[in-house]
C-alpha cells in the first residue's frame, strides 16, 4: 500500500513491497530547499569574484549606501549588471537592503572580509580558487573515467591568483610572528643567516615575507610551474629582496642544493604525486641539524573529524584540483587535502625523518616540525 506522497508529514513507501526504505516527505522536501540554496551558494562564488573584479564591494566600502545607479556610474559598469548583482547579494545577507531608500550597504564586517587584502579574514581569493577549479571540472570527469590526473599547471589561472591571494593573508598574520618562532631555533639561525629552500613556492609570497623579515638569510623559492617562477621572481624584485631570494623551475625531487637550514612547504605537499620521494630530497637537502617546515590544510585523521565546513570544502578542493594533481605525476599517492597528521607523518618517517610534532594552527592551517 502506498500512501498520498503530496501530504506534508506523511511517508511514501513503493508498491514492490515492505523493504523498500520510506521516505519521509518533509525530510525530502527540505533537503530540496537546502539544495537550492546551494546552487545559490555555487552561483554566488562568481558572483564574488564578478563583485571583486569589478571593484563593486570596494566601492561600496568607500562610499556607504548606494543605488544601482550610483554603484555603477562609480565603477563604470552597467547598472542592469550591478541592479542585479545587488539583489543576489542581498538576497544572500552579504549585503543588506533598505526599502525606504532603495539604497544596498556593505556591512562593516563584510567590508573587511571582501575589500582588505591583508586582513587573515580576506576572502574573494577563496572564491576565485573555487570558480577556477570549478571551471576545469570537464577535465576532472575525463581523469576519473580512466584514472589519470590534472596538472596543477594546466588549471586557468584564477586557481593560481585565487591560491595565492587566499594564502597570503594568513601567511602575512602568522608566518614570521606565530610559526617560525615555533620552530625549535630555527629564529635564531634566521637572525644569524641561515639558507632556506621554499618547495613549492608559487609566487612567492612565503618566500619573499621570510626574506623580509631576515635579511640575513639566503632563500631559494622551488616551483615546477614557469609562470608562477616568473611572477615569484618580479614579487621579490617589488619587494625589495631579488638580492636575497633566488627562484628557480625545479620539482620537489630535483632539489640540485645541500646543506639547508630550514626547508618549508606550505600547502603543497598532499598535492604532489610522490610526497616520499620528496620528504627523501629534503632529508638529504638538510643540513644535519636543519629543519623540515610542512605546512598543510587543517585536518584530522579521521573521517569523522573532518565533517565540518572547513572540512567540506577542503575535500571538494581536493577531489577537483588536489588529487588529480597528484594524479597527473609519477607515483601518484593522492593523499588528499584531508590527508590529516598521522599520514603526513607516515610520508616523513618513509623519508627517513624520526621527529614530527604539530606546533601550531589556525582554523584552515596546521604547522609540522620534522626533523631528521
Given at each position: 500500500?502506498?500512501?498520498?506522497?503530496?501530504?506534508?508529514?506523511?511517508?511514501?513507501?513503493?508498491?514492490?513491497?515492505?523493504?523498500?526504505?520510506?521516505?519521509?516527505?518533509?525530510?525530502?522536501?527540505?533537503?530540496?530547499?537546502?539544495?537550492?540554496?546551494?546552487?545559490?551558494?555555487?552561483?554566488?562564488?562568481?558572483?564574488?569574484?564578478?563583485?571583486?573584479?569589478?571593484?563593486?564591494?570596494?566601492?561600496?566600502?568607500?562610499?556607504?549606501?548606494?543605488?544601482?545607479?550610483?554603484?555603477?556610474?562609480?565603477?563604470?559598469?552597467?547598472?542592469?549588471?550591478?541592479?542585479?548583482?545587488?539583489?543576489?547579494?542581498?538576497?544572500?545577507?552579504y549585503l543588506t537592503y533598505d526599502p525606504a531608500t532603495a539604497r544596498y550597504t556593505l556591512p562593516p564586517e563584510q567590508a573587511v572580509a571582501l575589500t582588505v587584502e591583508d586582513s587573515p579574514a580576506f576572502l574573494p581569493g577563496l572564491f576565485q580558487l573555487a570558480l577556477g577549479t570549478v571551471h576545469d571540472v570537464e577535465h576532472v570527469l575525463d581523469a576519473a573515467r580512466n584514472g589519470g590526473g590534472f596538472g596543477w599547471h594546466e588549471h586557468v589561472t584564477d586557481v593560481h591568483d585565487g591560491c595565492e591571494r587566499f594564502f597570503r593573508p594568513s601567511y602575512n598574520a602568522a608566518l614570521v610572528a606565530e610559526w617560525l618562532p615555533a620552530l625549535d631555533?630555527?629564529?635564531?639561525?634566521?637572525?644569524?643567516?641561515?639558507?632556506?629552500?621554499?618547495?613549492?613556492?608559487?609566487?612567492?609570497?612565503?618566500?619573499?615575507?621570510?626574506?623580509?623579515?631576515?635579511?640575513?638569510?639566503?632563500?631559494?623559492?622551488?616551483?615546477?610551474?614557469?609562470?608562477?617562477?616568473?611572477?615569484?621572481?618580479?614579487?621579490?624584485?617589488?619587494?625589495?629582496?631579488?638580492?636575497?631570494?633566488?627562484?628557480?623551475?625545479?620539482?620537489?625531487?630535483?632539489?640540485?642544493?645541500?646543506?639547508?637550514?630550514?626547508?618549508?612547504?606550505?600547502?603543497?605537499?598532499?598535492?604532489?604525486?610522490?610526497?616520499?620521494?620528496?620528504?627523501?630530497?629534503?632529508?638529504?637537502?638538510?643540513?644535519?641539524?636543519g629543519t623540515w617546515m610542512v605546512v598543510e590544510p587543517m585536518a584530522g585523521d579521521h573521517v569523522e573529524d573532518n565533517l565540518n565546513p572547513v572540512g567540506r570544502a577542503y575535500y571538494a578542493f581536493s577531489t577537483l584540483l588536489c588529487t588529480p594533481a597528484s594524479l597527473s605525476q609519477d607515483v601518484g599517492l593522492a593523499l588528499g587535502t584531508q590527508a590529516g597528521p598521522a599520514r603526513i607523518r607516515d610520508v616523513a618517517t618513509a623519508g627517513g625523518f624520526t621527529r614530527f610534532a604539530s606546533v601550531a594552527e589556525t582554523p584552515f592551517n596546521r604547522v609540522l616540525q620534522i626533523r631528521p
Open positions: 500500500m502506498s500512501t498520498d506522497t503530496n501530504t506534508p508529514g506523511t511517508t511514501a513507501t513503493a508498491d514492490r513491497g515492505t523493504d523498500e526504505p520510506q521516505v519521509d516527505m518533509d525530510v525530502l522536501m527540505s533537503f530540496v530547499f537546502r539544495a537550492v540554496d546551494e546552487v545559490g551558494a555555487s552561483l554566488n562564488a562568481a558572483l564574488v569574484v564578478l563583485g571583486d573584479k569589478l571593484g563593486y564591494y570596494r566601492a561600496l566600502a568607500a562610499h556607504g549606501p548606494s543605488t544601482p545607479a550610483e554603484l555603477a556610474e562609480r565603477t563604470g559598469t552597467a547598472e542592469p549588471y550591478a541592479r542585479e548583482w545587488l539583489n543576489a547579494q542581498a538576497a544572500g545577507d631555533g630555527v629564529v635564531a639561525k634566521l637572525h644569524a643567516g641561515a639558507l632556506v629552500a621554499d618547495v613549492g613556492c608559487g609566487h612567492g609570497a612565503s618566500t619573499v615575507l621570510m626574506a623580509q623579515a631576515f635579511p640575513q638569510s639566503r632563500f631559494i623559492g622551488y616551483d615546477y610551474h614557469p609562470e608562477s617562477i616568473a611572477t615569484a621572481r618580479q614579487r621579490a624584485a617589488d619587494a625589495g629582496v631579488a638580492e636575497s631570494v633566488y627562484f628557480e623551475v625545479a620539482s620537489a625531487d630535483a632539489m640540485p642544493r645541500k646543506g639547508f637550514d630550514l626547508v618549508t612547504m606550505f600547502d603543497c605537499l598532499h598535492d604532489m604525486g610522490d610526497p616520499v620521494g620528496a620528504a627523501e630530497q629534503v632529508r638529504a637537502a638538510l643540513a644535519p641539524d
